[in-house]
Every structure is written in structure tokens, then in C-alpha cells.
């Protein structure tokens, strides 16, 4: 007889069928003559159930011995089940012991601490949560790249190693390049600008590197970018492309995780509403929201995380907080043709608290403008010499943006710590596993 | 009217319309009456003409004005021709000039030395046999992250920043994180099998880095690997998900490149043979039919450049080299069962001499044959505490395999140097642009 080695989440294709499902014990109990084995495999988790007198004696007697997380083999009827919290069950017939786990696993199905849990982190990706988180994070990389991919964009990868290019190199890591300084790429954006001259509509996926001394719930010194550039695109297109981005990505989590949100114990009526258009509030406009409501904050001043939360809870929807003074931002950022003392930039802002996901802006494309803020700012022209060529050569109006990848799975799966969406973090005080 | 906007890959669908495209003039000439303008958009070239009598007397003055990389709108109607390489031709009715570029374009269509084009790479990805590179590279990472997604891999980012596991570090790039001595990963694959344990099969799609002195056409400093790890699988079940994953990304590109393939002179036939099942040779057999054919190398002995460029030629699919002496791999590879002088690995060599694109293994799962190997090889146990952890806790054979974008993409397009095969080249000597 043919046998069906299948994976948990193909199990819907199986009813009635007997499968093998090889995997991991995740946790059992024992009810009399029937014992509960919750396995796991990767794509997800489902309970066996072993019946005393419908199964070999050493195999009844195995349920008994298994320790947690030891490797098996399970073969059974897969019956659907609909009062399961997995929708299907394991009717086992016969069990494989691949190996028996030390008895000393160091994570037992109790609470710990986030430090045990992070010194663990190679054992603690196995838990439902943050499988789920993972899977996610997975669903939402994919989402990126298939809206990009089918909207004509090519992916060029902006180097991770670059020379100083800013005056201040506080937030970089340094590395040893064969005795020269070089430094971990914070962002992969003037790169992207020449690619996007080449190419016409690019983006990076990649890591990216702050070397910030920060221990907030929303930073990581290593975490994920994707950041596209397009040739011909201006401030208002850049944010239209923006929000039909993420809209896309909360729509595929949707469609393609929604037992992995169901398992975070998300609100998916919360993540239903992302749909375009996002409300837009100029930076003028948050100003004066956030005075009416007592914050105490002066035009000119960058948003701090209270004043975005205050604001992205106004919304059920992402808000794009637009029009920044152009002190608060970067050089590079093209002014507003009547009122220069602003640039055409946004930052997106997730609902629920997540804080800023997106930055973008449409970059400045006029020779002599660039050359007169480089100096403003006291950077070394010399150093953007080849970032000034794409203004001398062929210069278009241009925009671009960078959503970071960890923020983005926070907000969907509603992880209060940016640390748990990524797979192994780095911050101030861990470089390990 | 309504105006059609459109980029130039999209020209098929518009003949006999007319169309914009907004781009950059890549080159131009004159015959008489006629001027030819060879006009790029990021997504492809195409040949604008433009007729004294047709058109306006300063479109036709701006002709003759128009500098190389000039940017443009030009608005014209489409011609299929068969005869043009572009397949299309646009009769131009309008030009709007978006900028004049400066008249000291670098890069003219005469040839230029490599370090100069180099220093100029930020305007060297405009040319059409880079841009052909570069749209295959990204065909190229489309096609893998698709197989992968598409067969049930989750996609699991390993960390950048790692503490030293190696004894040696020398081949490492040293960073300073916060005062204590960190690396830059060399390979994801340790971290990849803690994820295999907990997501069942995954893949890292990243940057490494290699601190190597070489400066051969097959290295690079910092190059992109997929790293795909599965658990339950061995090593034969390893080798047939290599060489369907290659297959994938050789038809993708056929299909959907094959302007660019044609563009780079590329011979088609060579690729179109590239069809699972890919021959393999063990390592036993390579050594004896390398000393037939008169080359010094002893059973033991590693392959070197001019060994596995022979072996390739004798084959016009990628070659598995199998089996190889385990003092030739690393610590972690499985014996063989009957044999374990030799372990379960496979080096893919690509055809026409480009070398091994893969480096895959089956990995040892038994706990006490781990701690031995670790031993044997020196290496301290302390490191990789996590590691053998995952040999304690449900262990299961497990295999993985790690593939060079750059040279795949070297191979695919043809391209003799790997420098051209990323789009920031980082050597030994240059980390500019
Ligand atoms: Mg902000
Ligand atoms: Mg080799």
C-alpha cells in the first residue's frame, strides 16, 4: 500500500486517508485509555490521538516515554474535527521514534523570562507563537515581493558594506575592510536612486544596521528593509504605491495566515479595514491635533513615539503624516515648490501604536538645489560625488520609500516587541544565538 | 485625448497607438532627414525616428542639441519591426526635454578600461549588456524565491552579526558591536537548521561575507546566498531538490529574458539542455578521471579551479560531485554510512567552466557522532552550545544546501567576471561607489 507522508497543513486534502506526519512531540496528555499528542512539523500543529486498545502495546507504551520535542513518525486517519482549535485530528495508528529527546528541554510549556526565552531562541522559534509569528513574517516578505514583481520593479541589491558617506558615523558599526574603515549600510537608498536612473522602477531587500544605543520595543541594531525607487514618480504617486503596498500585505496575511493570526489571538475586523485610500494629515495638521489635545510640542520639533501613537490612534487605517519642516529630515528631500521651508516627504504610520513602518520622500533632482543643501548641511560634497552624477546626467523626478520588515510583522500579529519578529535578534546586549 | 504612458518592455500591446514613454537617450545618429534615437526606460531599449517634415522645427533642432543620458518624454506612435533588434520602432511626433544632461558623460560608447568603468558603476548599470546582467539577476532570485515559496519552504532570515564559531576567524570581517568583537556572517546554515527544526523546511536569501585575499573571477567580498535547509530530508533527496531548483531558475529565465539572454550573445541551446536529472560523479570517480587525463591530484585531496573546470567541461548539464574525503568538508557533513572516510555532500559545478554554484551535505544528526567530529576537528564545544542542542532535542536527518546568486548568474548570462554580476561590487581594492 502506497504511503501518504504528508505535512500537517496539507491534512485538509486527507480526510478519511491515512497519513504519516513526521514531526515533533509539542506536548501530550493522557485521558485513561487514550493519550493526547499534540505534534508539530513545521507547517503546523495538530492533535493524535492514541486509543489503548486500537493500537500495539509499545506503542500505547511509547505515548508514556515520549519526552518533549522528541522526533516521530506518526501514522493515523486524519478525521476532520471542527471543535479542534486545529480542525483536524489524528485517529494514530502506529508511531516511529526517530529520537528520544533529553528529558532536560529547557522549555517547558510554563511561563519564562524573556531573557531565558532569548538565550533560547534556537528552541523558542519551535512554540506556537512564534511559529506563528515567523510564518507570518514569511507571508509578508512574500506579499512584498510579489506586489513589486508584478508591478514592474527589479530588485537590485544595494551593498551592506560602504564607505562613510555622513559626516557623523556615531550610528554605524565600523569593520575592518583590510585596514581601511568601512561601515554596515543603514540604508541602501543612494544606491537605489542610481539604480532607479538604469533600471527605472528598483528596490532592495536586505538588512540593514544601526548602531543606536536604544532598547525601545521598536528598535533592533540588525533588522530587514525593503526599499523601492522609482524613476518619474513623485511625492502624491509615492504614497499611492505606498498604501496599494500595504494593503496588499495585510490582504495576503489575511488570505493565506489566518490560522497563524487566529493563534496570535489577532483582531482580524482590525486588519480587514486596511484598505486603500489612508487618511493623510500634513505635518501642520498633526501639529496643531497634537497641541488641541495638550501635547506639548512646537512646530519645527520631530515626532516623538508618543505623539505618532497619539496620532495613529485616530485611525483605523494607516496615516500618512506628510510635509515634514525640512530641518526634521534628511537633505536629500525635494522642498514644496511654494512653501520650501517643507519637503515632500511621509511617514506612514501603523494603527494601534506600531509606530512609523514607512519613510519616504521624493528626493531632490535639481543639480544646483542638491549642491546648495549638501552645503547647508555641511556634508562633504566629495563624498556624493557619484550620488551628484545622477543629477548631472539624465536627472528625473524621482521618490522612494523603505518599510522596515519587523515593524511591519508587529503590527500584524500584535507583538508588543519588535525582538520576537525577527528570527534570531540583535540588540544592544545580545549577539547570541 | 487620452495619453497612453508606457514603458518600453509593454510596447507589444500598443501597435499602431500612440504611446509616451519617458526615458533617457541612450544614443543617437543622423541620416539627413532622419534622426535615430536610441531611447532606454529602465525596462528595456527601443529606436525612436524622428522626420525633418514631421515634426515640429525644434523637436527636430532638439535632436541635434540632445546630449548623451539627456532625459526625455517622447511621444510617438508603435511599429512592430521585425528587422530592428528591438522588435519595435516609435515614429516620434513630440519630445519634451526633461533634462539636459551635462556634456561630459563619462561612460561614451567607445571602450573603456574596467577600473574605469568600475569607479563609474552608478552610471555603468545604464549600459545594455549591464542592464541585461542586472534584469537577469533579479529573473534569477524571482525564480528561486518562487520554487521555494511555491514548495513549502518558509523563508527564515539568519542574523548578519554572529559571534566567532571558528576557531580561525581570519577569513571573518571583524566589527565593533558596542566594544565587543563581532563577524559578519560567512554562511546562515547553523541557524538555518535550528529553523529547519522548528518550520520543517527553510531558507535564508542574504549577504555574505568572506574576508578573502583572492582576487579570481569567481570572488567576491560580499555575494548573496539562498541557503535552503530541510529536516527529514537526506542527502539524495538533497541533490534532486538542487537540481529541480536549477532547473527552474535556467527555464525561467528562457522565458521571460530572453531579449536579455539575446542581448548578451548568449547561447540559448546550451541553456535549453539544462533538465533534471543532472549526472553525477563521485568524488572517486572525478579523482581517477582527472589523473586519466593527466592531471596531478591524489584521492584527498580538495578540487581546485582547473580540476572542476575539466570535470564540468565533460558534461553540458551541472555536474554533482559526490562523496568527497570528510577532512576536504566541514565538521558538520554526514558520514557515510559504510564508508565513513567519505561523507553524504554534493558540490554542484555549473557547465562552460563557471565553477560550483552549490555546496550541499547531508548533516550529522546523532548527538555523540557531533561532539566527536567538534573534537576531532579541534573546535570549542563551548561555541556551539545551541548547536548540539539541536541534537539533544528531537533531532532528525536533515540536509541543506547553500547556492552563490552571483555565480549562478555568471554562468546564466555568460559573464566572465562575477564583478558584473552584482550591482555594487565589493573586491579586495574598492568598496566605492
Ligand atoms: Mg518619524
Ligand atoms: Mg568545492
Given at each position: 500500500m502506497k504511503m501518504n507522508i504528508i505535512r500537517i497543513n496539507e491534512m485538509k486534502d486527507f480526510v478519511g486517508e491515512e497519513v504519516t506526519i513526521k514531526g515533533w512531540l509539542y506536548n501530550k496528555r493522557s485521558s485513561g485509555k487514550i493519550k493526547f499528542l499534540i505534534i508539530r512539523d513545521g507547517s503546523g500543529f495538530v492533535q493524535g490521538v492514541v486509543v489503548k486498545n486500537e493500537v500495539a502495546e509499545d506503542i500505547f507504551d511509547l505515548c508514556d516515554k515520549l519526552t518533549q520535542e522528541s522526533s516521530i513518525a506518526v501514522t493515523g486517519v486524519v478525521r476532520k474535527d471542527d471543535r479542534s482549535p486545529y480542525g483536524y485530528e489524528l485517529t494514530i495508528s502506529n508511531i516511529k521514534l526517530i529520537q528520544m529527546a533529553f528529558?532536560?528541554?529547557?522549555?517547558?510549556?510554563k511561563e519564562h523570562g524573556v531573557d531565558f526565552l532569548l538565550d533560547n531562541r534556537h528552541l523558542w522559534i519551535r512554540t506556537p507563537k512564534q511559529h506563528a509569528i515567523l510564518s507570518i513574517r514569511h507571508e509578508i516578505i512574500k506579499a512584498i515581493q510579489e506586489f513589486l514583481n508584478n508591478n514592474g520593479f527589479v530588485r537590485v541589491d544595494s551593498p551592506i558594506i560602504t564607505p562613510s558617506?555622513?559626516?557623523?558615523?556615531?550610528?554605524l558599526f565600523q569593520i575592518d575592510y583590510f585596514g581601511e574603515n568601512a561601515y554596515l549600510s543603514q540604508t541602501g537608498q543612494l544606491y537605489q536612486e542610481a539604480a532607479a536612473m538604469a533600471l527605472g522602477k528598483v528596490y532592495s531587500f536586505g538588512p540593514t544596521f544601526r548602531a543606536e544605543k536604544s532598547k525601545t520595543r521598536r528598535h533592533l541594531n540588525e533588522f530587514w528593509m525593503v526599499e523601492p525607487e522609482m524613476s518619474f514618480v513623485d511625492h502624491y504617486e509615492n504614497m499611492e504605491i505606498q498604501e496599494k503596498l500595504v494593503e496588499y500585505i495585510v490582504q495576503s496575511v489575511l488570505e493565506n495566515r489566518s490560522k497563524e493570526l487566529k493563534e496570535l489571538g489577532r483582531d482580524l475586523s482590525k486588519l480587514e479595514k486596511i484598505k486603500t485610500p489612508f487618511p493623510r494629515l500634513t505635518y501642520d495638521e498633526a501639529i496643531e491635533m497634537l497641541k488641541k489635545n495638550?501635547?506639548?510640542?512646537?512646530?519645527?520639533n520631530d515626532l516623538g513615539s508618543p505623539d505618532e501613537t497619539f496620532l495613529s490612534n485616530q485611525f483605523d487605517k494607516p496615516v500618512f503624516i506628510t510635509e515634514?519642516?525640512?530641518?526634521?529630515?534628511?537633505?536629500y528631500m525635494q522642498p514644496k515648490e511654494d512653501r520650501p521651508e517643507v519637503v515632500m516627504c511621509a511617514d506612514l504610520l501603523a494603527p494601534e501604536?506600531?509606530?512609523?513602518?514607512i519613510g519616504g520622500s521624493q528626493r531632490i533632482h535639481d543639480y544646483d538645489l542638491l549642491i546648495k543643501r549638501l552645503k547647508e548641511e555641511n556634508l562633504p560634497i566629495e563624498m556624493y560625488d557619484w550620488y551628484i552624477d545622477l543629477r548631472k546626467y539624465g536627472s528625473v523626478p524621482h521618490s522612494g520609500f523603505g518599510l522596515g520588515i519587523e515593524r511591519t510583522v508587529a503590527w500584524i500579529t500584535n507583538t508588543e516587541h519588535v525582538r520576537e519578529c525577527i528570527p534570531f535578534p540583535r540588540t544592544l546586549s545580545r549577539i547570541r544565538p
Open positions: 528529558n532536560d528541554y529547557p522549555i517547558s510549556l558617506t555622513c559626516e557623523g558615523t556615531s550610528d495638550g501635547y506639548e510640542i512646537e512646530w519645527g515634514y519642516p525640512s530641518k526634521c529630515k534628511a537633505f501604536g506600531y509606530g512609523e513602518i
